[in-house]
C-alpha cells in the first residue's frame, strides 16, 4: 500500500477537495469552498492546509463566524443540497458563535461541515486559552455544543481516525434523509500532526445523492385514496426543490388538477400563476390555500415535516374524514400525525403517481372551487400591496412594489420577523428557486448573509435581501463581505424602529405594548440610527428613501449600480395582511392582573375547546 505523509489537517483539506458530485455541467466538487476566520485553535493547522489548497478549495474571509455559517447555509439551501460549504473556526468563541447557524441547518435539514479548532489532545497545556473546563468532566470541550445540533459529530484526537470519520461525514451530507449539518472537531495538536496516510484515501470519489423508490404496495394505497378522494390538496415541501422535482410537480398537477399549496421551504415549488398554485398554506398562508386544508378530505404532504405553522397548530386539516399522507425520504418525517408515510424521495413519488393517474383528474366541483378562491386572493393581493401615498408603507406594500420591479430571474431573501409572513403570503415567484426564506429557525440576522450564500450559488440570478431594522442591527458584517467580494446584493431595509412583528403578537394577545418598539423601550434618548450611513460605511451604494414612489425609484437605481446597494424605507409597524393566516397556538397567560390578558385568555381557551371538538 502507497502512503503518503501528511498532517492531519492537509489530509482534511486533501480529502475533501476530492469528493464530487454530479451537476448538469457534469461532475463538480461538492464542496464549493471554505469560510474561515482563523484563531490559535486552527490557523496553524487547517489554515496552513487552506492557505496551500488554492482554488481546488477557495477560502472566504467573514467577519462574524455565525455569519459566515449562515452564508454556506443559504449555498447548500439554493444549490438544493447537492453542494455544500465548509466552515472553520478557533476554539472558543470562534466556535460557539457557529452553535446558532448548526442549529439552523440542523432544524431545516441542510448540508454545512463545521470544523471547529479544539482543546489539545494530549492535555499537555491544559487549560488553554479559551478552553472551557468542566469540573466533572474532562473529556469536555464548547465544542460539545455542537452534539444536539449535528447530524453527525466527532473528535478527532488522533490522525488515523479521520480514515474513517471523514467517509462518514461525506455520507451525512449526501444522504437525503439524514442530511444536516457535520461537526468534525480538531483537536488544534492534533491538526498538526503528521501521519502516514494511505494515498488512496485521496482518490477523487464520486457521491451519488440517492432518490429512494417508494415501495409499490404503499403506491397502491395512495392511487387509491386519491381516485377515491372528492377533494385532494397537495402540500408541497422543501423535499420538492431537494429532489429537483418542481416540473414534476408541476406536470402532475396541470395534469390532474389536484390543487397545490406551498410551506415556506417549498415556496416557489411551482410558478405563481400555475393553474394549480393555492399559495402559502398555513398560519401565513392564503386564504385560498387554507380554505382548501380545511376541507379537504386528502392530503398529501410532500418533502414537509409539518411544522405548527404549516398546520396552523394541527388545527387546520379540519375536514372530519380527511386523511392524511407523507410523502418524506426522512422516515420520522413520514410517520408524522400518524399519517400514511411513503418513504421515498418526491420526484420518484410524482412520477410514479402520473404514470398510474394517468388520464384521471380530480374532481371538477373541487377544481372549480380552488380556481374561484384563488381569484379573490388575487384581489386581496391587490389590495394589500396597492400603495397609499398618504399614509406610512406597509411591508406588503413595499413587497408589491419590488415585485412590481422586479423579473423572472429575481431570488428574495429573508428570515425571522413579520417579513417571512408576508412574503409567504404575498411574494408571486416567477421562476423556481426564486423564494429563498429561512424559517424553521427563524434565525434573526440571517438575511444578509443568507443573501451573500444564495448569490454565490446562483451568481446569475438577483438577489433581493429584505430585512428589519431589529434583524439588520443583530447581524449585517457580511454587507462588507459582499462588496469585498463583488458579490452584489440590493437590501431593502424596511425601518419600524423596533421588533413590530412580535410587537403585534404582544398586543394581539392583551398585553400592552412593551419593551419591541424602542419608544416602549426603557430609554434616556431615543436612538436615531442612520441606517443608510451605516451601510455606506461597509462599502455599499446606500440610501434613504421616503414613500413607495421613493422605493421604486431607488430600484432603478440600484439595479444600475455596479456594487451592493441598500434602500431604507420607514414603515408602520402595526399593519400586517389581515387577509389569510390561520390559527397559530401562542399560550397566553392563565392568571394576569389586566383585564385585556384575561379577556385574551378567555379567548384562548375558547378557540383550544373548538380545536378539541
Not at 177 to 183: E, F, I, L, Q, Y
Not at 492 to 508: E, K, P, T, V, Y
Not at 550 to 560: F, I, P, T, V
Amino acid at each position: 500500500m502507497t502512503r503518503i505523509s501528511l498532517t492531519a489537517a492537509q489530509a482534511v483539506i486533501r480529502y475533501l477537495a476530492n469528493q464530487f458530485v454530479d451537476s448538469t455541467d457534469g461532475p463538480v466538487r461538492y464542496f464549493a469552498g471554505a469560510w474561515a476566520i482563523f484563531g490559535h485553535g486552527n490557523v496553524t493547522g487547517i489554515g496552513e492546509a487552506l492557505a496551500s489548497a488554492g482554488d481546488s478549495l477557495p477560502t472566504y474571509r467573514a467577519h462574524n463566524e455565525q455569519a459566515m455559517a449562515h452564508a454556506a447555509i443559504a449555498y447548500g439551501k439554493q444549490m438544493r443540497r447537492r453542494r455544500a460549504m465548509i466552515c472553520t473556526t478557533s476554539i472558543g468563541p470562534g466556535a460557539t458563535n457557529m452553535v446558532t447557524a448548526a442549529a439552523l441547518a440542523h432544524v431545516n435539514r441542510l448540508p454545512v461541515l463545521f470544523l471547529p479548532g479544539d482543546v489539545f489532545a494530549s492535555r499537555r497545556p491544559d487549560p488553554v486559552l479559551q478552553q472551557v473546563e468542566s469540573f466533572a468532566d474532562g473529556t469536555v470541550s464548547a465544542n460539545d455544543c455542537f452534539r444536539p445540533v449535528s447530524r453527525y459529530f466527532d473528535r478527532i484526537a488522533r490522525p488515523e481516525q479521520l480514515i474513517d470519520a471523514l467517509p462518514h461525514a461525506m455520507a451525512t451530507l449526501t444522504d437525503p434523509a439524514s442530511c444536516g449539518p457535520v461537526t468534525l472537531a480538531l483537536c488544534q495538536d492534533v491538526q498538526t500532526e503528521a501521519f502516514d496516510w494511505p494515498e488512496s484515501l485521496f482518490r477523487p470519489r464520486h457521491w451519488t445523492i440517492r432518490a429512494p423508490m417508494p415501495e409499490p404496495d404503499d403506491m397502491d394505497r395512495l392511487e387509491g385514496l386519491l381516485r377515491a378522494a372528492d377533494r385532494p390538496l397537495i402540500i408541497a415541501g422543501g423535499g420538492v426543490a431537494y429532489a429537483e422535482a418542481d416540473d414534476a410537480l408541476a406536470a402532475f398537477a396541470a395534469a390532474t388538477g389536484i390543487p397545490v399549496c406551498e410551506t415556506q421551504a417549498g415556496k416557489g415549488s411551482l410558478v405563481w400563476d400555475h393553474p394549480s398554485n393555492l399559495g402559502g398554506v398555513g398560519v401565513t398562508g392564503t386564504s385560498a390555500a387554507n380554505q382548501a386544508a380545511a376541507e379537504a378530505d386528502l392530503i398529501i404532504g410532500i418533502g414537509t415535516r409539518l411544522q405548527d405553522f404549516t398546520t396552523g397548530s394541527r388545527a387546520l386539516f379540519a375536514c372530519p374524514e380527511s386523511s392524511l399522507v407523507q410523502v418524506n425520504v426522512a422516515p420520522y418525517d413520514a410517520h408524522k400525525q400518524d399519517a400514511l408515510p411513503i418513504v421515498a424521495d418526491a420526484g420518484r413519488v410524482l412520477t410514479a403517481l402520473a404514470e398510474r393517474l394517468r388520464g384521471w383528474q380530480a374532481p371538477t366541483p373541487w377544481r372549480a372551487q380552488s380556481r374561484d378562491a384563488m381569484a379573490l386572493w388575487n384581489r386581496d393581493w391587490e389590495a394589500a400591496s396597492e400603495a397609499d401615498p398618504a399614509s406610512l408603507p406597509s411591508d406588503a406594500q413595499a413587497i408589491g412594489a419590488l415585485w412590481r420591479k422586479t423579473g423572472d430571474d429575481a431570488l428574495v431573501v429573508a428570515a425571522a420577523g413579520g417579513l417571512p409572513g408576508e412574503l409567504h403570503k404575498l411574494w408571486r415567484v416567477r421562476r423556481n428557486g426564486g423564494y429563498h426564506v429561512e424559517y424553521g429557525y427563524s434565525c434573526m440576522g440571517y438575511e444578509i448573509a443568507g443573501g451573500l450564500g444564495a448569490k454565490l450559488a446562483e451568481p446569475g440570478r438577483n438577489v433581493f435581501v429584505l430585512v428589519g431594522d431589529g434583524s439588520y442591527l443583530m447581524m449585517n458584517s457580511e454587507l462588507a463581505t459582499s462588496v469585498m467580494l463583488g458579490v452584489k446584493l440590493v437590501v431593502l431595509l424596511l425601518d419600524n424602529r423596533g421588533f413590530g412583528c412580535i410587537n403585534r403578537l404582544q398586543q394581539a394577545s392583551g398585553g400592552a405594548a412593551f419593551n419591541n418598539l424602542l419608544a416602549d423601550s426603557r430609554h434616556t434618548t431615543l436612538p436615531s440610527i442612520d441606517f443608510a450611513a451605516h451601510a455606506a460605511s461597509l462599502g455599499a451604494t446606500a440610501e434613504r428613501v421616503d414613500g413607495i414612489a421613493g422605493l421604486e425609484q431607488a430600484l432603478d437605481r440600484a439595479a444600475a449600480s455596479d456594487r451592493s446597494y441598500v434602500i431604507v424605507l420607514e414603515t408602520d409597524p402595526a399593519i400586517s395582511t389581515q387577509a389569510g393566516g390561520a390559527w397559530w397556538d401562542v399560550p397566553v397567560a392563565e392568571v394576569s392582573e389586566t383585564a385585556e390578558v384575561r379577556a385574551a385568555r378567555k379567548a384562548y381557551e375558547a378557540r383550544r375547546a373548538r380545536n378539541s371538538e
